[in-house]
Nanobody
Framework: QLQLVESGGGLVQPGGSLRLSCAAS????????IGWFRQAPGKEREGVSC????????NYADSVKGRFTISRDNAKNTVSLQMNSLKPEDTGVYYC??????????????????WGQGTQVTVSS
């Protein structure tokens, strides 16, 4: 019943853009911190961006600041990650996940209890 589904991944050239979407069923995304994480082959999973409950605050990894933007579309019960100026280092499987209920702040190291299946992002020339 509780499910997160990512979409929008694909192959792009360096400098290109992709928009990922995370769709939820069984709960209201706006009530929770929602985070985007990624994992490259041979590397540990890392936090990319998160948005606090009600979307009042956002947080980004230093490596993506100024290039990625997280946003909510509550009418569609989705959270998106707009990725611009993509670099090969951005390659990996991107996951969205549900975090705790916190308004005004989000942290990657807090508890995320539900995860999507991931969508592949490949940045290569």
């Amino acid at each position: 019943q509780l499910q997160l589904v990512e979409s929008g991944g694909g192959l792009v050239q360096p400098g290109g853009s992709l928009r990922l979407s995370c769709a939820a069923s069984g709960f209201i995304l706006d009530d929770y911190i929602i985070g985007w994480f990624r994992q490259a082959p041979g590397k540990e999973r890392e936090g990319v961006s998160c948005t606090s409950s009600r979307g009042n605050s956002t947080n980004y990894a230093d490596s993506v600041k100024g290039r990625f933007t997280i946003s909510r579309d509550n009418a569609k019960n989705t959270v998106s990650l707009q990725m611009n100026s993509l670099k090969p280092e951005d390659t990996g499987v991107y996951y969205c996940a549900r975090g705790p209920v916190v308004v005004g702040h989000c942290v990657f190291t807090w508890s995320y209890d539900y995860w999507g299946q991931g969508t592949q992002v490949t940045v290569s020339s």
